[in-house]
């Protein structure tokens, strides 16, 4: 049968993001698991996936856009976006001057006043671009805000910021002070 590779990338972002324990997956403390491991998982979480292969995860990984996931010596792991408790160790990093964060006016009013919060996730997400800040603020608005981030000075006051994939950034909390509407 043929394999929705979105639909699997989806449930690979709940295995690998969210819900590793419900797919009987442990990370470890940055994230990785076995890919074989997830590729027995998978395989029983829906029948349609019985015969689940390691290849159809490289696929997912070859679709176009957004680089969600890293594979490497046989294990794989979510470059970002985790919520689950345990936080997963990033490597630090200097960022550009300016990152971007993409959101709406509702939640802009809130950012005024307590600066970008990881809100559901472990961490704050920015994007390097303008143009994927936008699309970032798409997913929830059609009125998106854009902030610039001073992510240089900010870094140079003490605000941690990590690696994410080639595109997006990860940071612990960034108060008002560093933030500006475009
Ligand atoms: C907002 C997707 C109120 C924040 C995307 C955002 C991204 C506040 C929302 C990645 C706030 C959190 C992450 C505050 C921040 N008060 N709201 N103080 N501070 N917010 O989804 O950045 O497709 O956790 O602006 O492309 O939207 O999943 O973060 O609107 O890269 O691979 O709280 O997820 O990637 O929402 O998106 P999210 P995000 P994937």
Redesign the pocket.
């Given at each position: 049968m043929e394999i929705d590779l979105r639909q699997l990338s989806r449930t690979m972002?709940y295995a690998l993001?969210h819900q590793p324990a419900s797919f009987g997956l442990i990370l470890d403390d940055e994230g990785w698991v076995s890919v074989d491991l997830l590729v027995s998982a998978l395989r029983q979480h829906r029948s349609a996936w019985q015969q689940l292969h390691v290849s159809d995860i490289e696929q997912v990984m070859a679709l176009p856009g957004?680089k969600?996931y890293e594979l490497r010596a046989g294990r794989i792991r979510?470059y970002?976006?985790h919520?689950i408790q345990q936080r997963m160790r990033r490597e630090t990093a200097v960022p550009p001057a300016r990152l971007f964060?993409?959101?709406?006016p509702?939640?802009?009013?809130?950012?005024c006043?307590?600066?970008?919060?990881?809100?559901?996730?472990q961490y704050?997400?920015?994007?390097e671009d303008r143009e994927?800040a936008l699309?970032?603020?798409r997913?929830?608005t059609s009125q998106p805000?854009i902030?610039v981030v001073a992510a240089l000075d900010a870094h140079q006051a003490g605000i941690q910021f990590y690696l994410?994939n080639d595109s997006?950034w990860l940071a612990d909390?960034i108060p008002p002070l560093y933030l500006t509407r475009q």
């Amino acid at each position: 049968m043929e394999i929705d590779l979105r639909q699997l990338s989806r449930t690979m972002a709940y295995a690998l993001r969210h819900q590793p324990a419900s797919f009987g997956l442990i990370l470890d403390d940055e994230g990785w698991v076995s890919v074989d491991l997830l590729v027995s998982a998978l395989r029983q979480h829906r029948s349609a996936w019985q015969q689940l292969h390691v290849s159809d995860i490289e696929q997912v990984m070859a679709l176009p856009g957004k680089k969600r996931y890293e594979l490497r010596a046989g294990r794989i792991r979510a470059y970002y976006g985790h919520s689950i408790q345990q936080r997963m160790r990033r490597e630090t990093a200097v960022p550009p001057a300016r990152l971007f964060h993409g959101t709406t006016p509702a939640a802009y009013k809130q950012i005024c006043q307590s600066g970008l919060l990881p809100m559901g996730r472990q961490y704050v997400h920015l994007s390097e671009d303008r143009e994927t800040a936008l699309q970032v603020a798409r997913r929830r608005t059609s009125q998106p805000v854009i902030l610039v981030v001073a992510a240089l000075d900010a870094h140079q006051a003490g605000i941690q910021f990590y690696l994410g994939n080639d595109s997006v950034w990860l940071a612990d909390t960034i108060p008002p002070l560093y933030l500006t509407r475009q």
